[in-house]
């Protein structure tokens, strides 16, 4: 079992900037891959951007050269740091925990916390 508490989220004007944190209740060496993802009223949850116990990392095309996952293994944290935000960011934001080695699709969420961007 894997609990994740999200924080960070909440309403910015466009150009703006958010820090979202995801702290996990195990070892991230525990954890193959970590991710935050999110998911508009009506739409299916996407990724946005993950980080694996390697090192890799990915992003969504949509947010690449603005925002930035990052991790502190030593406080079991994912950060998502996201600048130059766009009305189109606004949605609920969860981070994803994938457990086995290759999982891509994670196996834990978070609560969610909410991203509102205003024009």
């Known amino acids: 079992q894997v609990q994740l508490v999200e924080s960070g989220g909440g309403l910015v004007q466009a150009g703006g900037s958010l820090r979202l944190s995801c702290a996990a209740s195990?070892?991230?060496?525990?954890?193959?891959?970590m991710g935050w993802y999110r998911q508009a009223p009506g739409t299916q949850r996407d990724l946005v951007a993950a980080?694996?116990?390697?090192?890799?990392?990915n992003y969504a095309d949509s947010v690449k050269g603005r925002f930035t996952i990052s991790r502190d293994n030593t406080k079991n944290t994912v950060y998502l740091q996201m600048n130059s935000l766009k009305p189109e960011d606004t949605a609920v934001y969860y981070c994803?925990?994938?457990?086995?080695?290759?999982?891509?699709?994670?196996?834990?969420w978070g609560q969610g916390t909410q991203v509102t961007v205003s024009s």
């Open positions: 994803g925990a994938a457990i086995g080695l290759g999982t891509s699709w994670p196996n834990y």
């Open positions: 195990r070892s991230f060496f525990s954890i193959f891959r």
């Open positions: 980080t694996t116990s390697g090192g890799s990392t």
